[in-house]
């Protein structure tokens, strides 16, 4: 009895993501394989079956675009969760409830703030009217270069994501017995060796979460490098736009989302399979 209410319990909710999930993924991947005729929004409906919209990726200009991606995607999360974990681990040792109860509640307030918000003011932050010159001055670069609009575009991700990392180190750094590193320190380990030794990887799993949460922000992201990337830099995402919105290639748009979903899932899955072995050998 226990069984089959507990399964009609899962029914609405397994109904929810069929609908709103998995069809219309499944929608996408069908328009993805028919053919596109220009001059029309989407494919007709007997469109035949075909692999040219995938058979298009493979020239070197959409390889560019993934490159830019995943790397501008890799290095914002990187630096996401090397800028969080101190604070997250601040917040998680804070022995002052109202003091950890402000933090936290001003991380969340910045995890909630508007996206667009944080792009504009991150525009102006990064151009002339900000601090812009200085930074292009010292790095060499044109305010108008395309590697300027690059270290405009890691900002804009870290504006939304070092919050994000925080509030996801917080449970693991809560849960660590602080203990363990005072007992390193007081048998001779320096404090830095300490916490590399016991902190860092005892909460290795949250560290990998987080970084698989903001690994999958950057990816996904539309309007950071849309505003910031001036037209010099833009993402997958921004590409599945055109594609949809601005020539109704929805054949093309589709088969740019299914890729950029399994490489996403394959790169996801790497990472775990080779946290996890690493974590069984120790």
């Known amino acids: 009895m226990n069984a089959r209410h507990g399964t009609a319990l899962l029914l609405p909710a397994v109904a929810v993501v069929t609908i709103l999930l998995i069809v219309p993924l499944l929608l996408v991947g069908d328009e993805s394989l028919r053919l596109f005729v220009s001059g029309r929004v989407g494919s007709a409906h007997d469109a035949p079956l075909t692999l040219q919209n995938y058979a298009e990726l493979l020239r070197a200009a959409y390889g560019r675009y993934f490159a830019d991606t995943f790397r ?10 090397v800028l969080a974990y101190p604070i997250g681990y601040k917040v998680a040792r804070e022995y002052r409830p109202r003091v950890r109860r402000a933090w936290i509640a ?10 667009l918000i944080r792009v504009y003011a991150v525009s102006l932050a990064t151009g002339p009217s900000g601090f812009g010159r200085w930074l292009s001055d010292l790095l060499g670069l044109s305010l108008n270069s395309r590697g300027y609009a690059e270290i405009s575009i890691v900002f804009g991700l870290l504006h939304c994501l070092i919050p994000m990392a925080a509030i996801v180190l917080l449970a693991p750094l809560q849960a660590l017995n602080p203990r363990l590193v005072e007992a390193a320190q007081a048998l001779g380990a320096p404090s830095w060796k300490a916490h590399a030794t016991i902190t860092l990887p005892l909460s290795a799993r949250g560290v990998l979460a987080a970084f698989m949460l903001c690994f999958t922000f950057c990816i996904s992201a539309f309007v950071i490098p849309m505003v910031l990337g001036k037209g010099r830099v833009l993402f997958v995402s921004n590409l599945i736009y055109s594609r949809f919105g601005e020539i109704g290639n929805y054949p093309g748009g589709s088969a740019l989302s299914i890729t950029l979903l399994a ?17 069984r050998k120790l």
Not at 72 to 81: K, T
Not at 106 to 115: E, G, K, N, P, R
Not at 263 to 279: E, F, H, P, Q
């Open 72 to 81: 501008l995607s890799l290095i914002a999360s990187v630096l996401a969760v």
């Open 263 to 279: 490489l996403s899932l394959i790169v996801v899955y790497a990472l775990d399979r080779a946290a996890g072995s690493r974590w």
């Open 106 to 115: 001003f991380l969340v307030v910045m995890l909630f703030l508007s996206i």
